[in-house]
């Protein structure tokens, strides 16, 4: 029967116990024969053998060997059914098995996470508890994953699962949901409230303890949302099922990602509505991105000491037909998480080439890009090709890397900046003075300039500390041969109070705020800072007739 579509399997199995029901039944009845007439005639047989007795009728002794054939025969089959049978309800028994169970953690998995969590709801309600929803990610999974490889991605998966197993108390459930999510759903006697808190404590202690695999420690944290099944009823006395409460502690666990990751928060109706904000954010950005509703828009840097313009730092705006300009501080972050941010910056930089192309050789064009592309190995390449197709010269693109991201893996980093280098494009550290970043990275990070973050710009005359820390900053540029940008000066009295320090660039808004490509070009154009357009290439058709023509001339002669 293997290979038969599964209901002629059953029907298949239906009809053999029907058949065999049937066989069991004529041996029951050849057994019932056998005792009342198989006795005597027997008895006949016998002495007929040992020659005490007339010979048997002939009818009868068939009918009893008859008889003993079938309750043989009747045997055996009812053995066979039973077999049968045993074998079946395995087989049952082991698809119930695969279908409901997570293979890699032994856990439930998302299509009966569901089903178990109403039981559970219910056997709860009747004894006066309330149900918690535990929503359990792993945090950065998937770069631990393409750091380490798969394999090694799947024993973490499989030493958490049992690490957050073992925090759980007993009746409650576990599951694998997605590749890195889990969520527990947890029986509680709602004036215990704090058993979860300190659960959910213990779990993000526990998961985050080292992991060793193949001789590497590796260091895993969780996010955790959670929601109660007894919120809903509190407020408007309907009760809540599974699926509710797993879409209710998915949104708490995002909020737990969004402030900062290895925490976890409750569940509470507010943060319903900014999810929906942000799903719409999300179907706008892709939907954004082919339509071309990202832009790039320009800021001015200058020299502070001539005064002159040196470049331009691009910066995304997402013209939205909704929502209006939106500020890639809003738009970036989703970008990244969504997976899109690779895409987005791609079609920003081509246009940014594009624009800048137009512009005197003698400007920079610097444009930011995000951690997650420094992550892409192929990033570099993906570079060249937009320099190569915008036939621009990498000398005057600046690529600028936020400080945060040195707490990435620093080898990688330092392989992308080498190979960025080697293409002949400068890198510059962004916002310096906010990520903590040590001073043996970035000794050993072959930075071309430092930009100063504009928090420590802003308030420079009157604020002491900030006042320090651009003095240090400017003492390490120095000690380390790094020119420095400040950015955020927005009045005359910064610009001032910046000069004292050394000659640096600068960049802010008394300078000007970002403008759109055209308006940059104008005002480039009133400066005469744009380029001559190119004169057309010398006419290659022509060319290729007159090499075909000399060539045809050639095997001519050749042939006279
Ligand atoms: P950033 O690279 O540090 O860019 C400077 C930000 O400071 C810009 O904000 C700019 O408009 C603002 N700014 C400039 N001068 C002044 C000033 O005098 N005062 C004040 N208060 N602000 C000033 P914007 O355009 O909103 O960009 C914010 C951040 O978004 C950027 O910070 C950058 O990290 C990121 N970003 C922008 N475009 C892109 C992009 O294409 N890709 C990536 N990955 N990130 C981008
Ligand atoms: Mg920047
Ligand atoms: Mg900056």
Redesign the pocket.
């Known amino acids: 029967m293997e290979g038969l579509p599964e209901f002629e399997r059953q029907a298949a199995l239906d009809s053999g116990v029907q058949r065999d029901l049937l066989t069991l039944g004529v041996a029951i009845a050849a057994i019932v024969l056998f005792v009342g007439t198989g006795g005597s005639v027997m008895t006949w047989v016998i002495q007929f053998w040992s020659g005490n007795g007339p010979r048997p009728d002939v009818l009868l002794t068939n009918a009893m060997l008859l008889n003993v054939a079938l309750i043989i025969f009747g045997w055996r089959r009812h053995k066979a059914l039973t077999a049968e049978v045993i074998e079946r309800r395995e087989a049952e028994a082991q698809a119930r098995y695969l279908s409901e169970i997570d293979p890699l953690t032994g856990c439930l998995n998302r299509r009966s996470i569901g089903k178990a969590t109403d039981r559970l709801l219910s056997t709860a309600s009747g004894n006066g508890q309330s149900v918690a929803m535990m929503m359990v990610d792993l945090d950065n999974f998937k770069q631990i994953n393409d750091f380490n490889g798969h394999n090694a991605g799947d024993l973490i998966l499989q030493e958490c699962a049992r690490r957050i197993r073992a925090i759980l108390p007993d009746g409650a459930l576990a599951a694998r949901i997605g590749g890195d999510e889990f969520a527990c759903a947890i029986p509680f006697d709602t004036r215990q409230l704090e058993r979860i808190d300190q659960i959910a404590e213990a779990m993000i202690e526990a998961v985050a303890q080292p992991i060793e695999v193949n001789g590497v420690s590796i260091t895993v944290t969780v996010s955790l949302g959670v929601a109660r099944s007894d919120l809903r009823s509190l407020a408007i006395g309907e009760a809540l099922d599974a699926q509710t409460l797993l879409h209710m502690a998915d949104i708490a666990m995002y909020q737990a990602k969004k402030q900062g990751r290895n925490r976890y928060f409750w569940f509470e109706a507010s943060m319903e509505a900014e999810l929906k904000v942000r799903s719409e954010l999300v179907a706008g950005i892709r939907s954004g991105i082919p339509h071309g509703e990202f832009v790039p ?1 320009y ?1 001015q840097q200058i020299d502070i000491e001539s005064g002159e313009l040196v470049g331009f ?4 705006r997402w013209n939205s037909p909704t929502l209006g300009v939106v ?3 809003v738009f ?1 972050p989703i970008a990244e998480d969504i997976g899109v ?1 690779g895409a987005l ?1 791609e079609c ?1 930089i081509s246009q940014a080439l594009i624009d800048a192309r137009e512009w005197d050789s003698k400007l920079t064009l610097s ?4 951690p997650v ?1 420094l992550r892409d190995p192929w990033f570099a390449q993906k570079l060249l090709k937009i320099l190569v197709e915008a036939n621009f010269p990498p000398n005057r693109l600046e690529i ?1 890397i ?1 400080e945060s991201c040195l707490h990435e893996n620093i080898g990688v980093v330092r392989t992308l900046i080498v190979s960025l280098k080697n293409q002949g494009i400068q890198v510059s550290l ?2 310096f003075g906010t990520g903590y970043s040590s001073l043996a990275q970035l000794r050993t990070l072959p930075f071309d300039r430092i ?1 100063i ?2 928090s420590f710009v ?1 308030d420079l005359p009157d604020n002491k500390e900030s006042a320090t820390i651009v003095q240090a900053i400017t003492s390490l540029g120095e000690g380390l041969g790094l020119p420095i940008t400040a ?4 009045t005359p009295e910064v610009l001032d109070e910046i000069r004292r320090y050394g000659s640096f660039k600068g ?4 300078y000007g ?2 403008e759109t490509a055209a308006d940059t070009q104008r005002k480039l154009a009133g400066m005469n800072l744009i380029r001559e357009p190119e004169a057309p290439l010398a006419k290659p058709v022509k060319k290729k007739a007159a090499a075909k023509t000399s060539a045809t001339r050639g095997s001519r002669k050749r042939s006279a």
């Open positions: 828009h800021e730092e691009m910066l995304a500020s890639p501080e970036i941010i910056s920003l444009v930011n890009i995000s592309q600028e936020t962004d916002d930009k973050d504009r802003t950015e955020g000066i927005e960049q802010g808004y008394h705020h970002p």
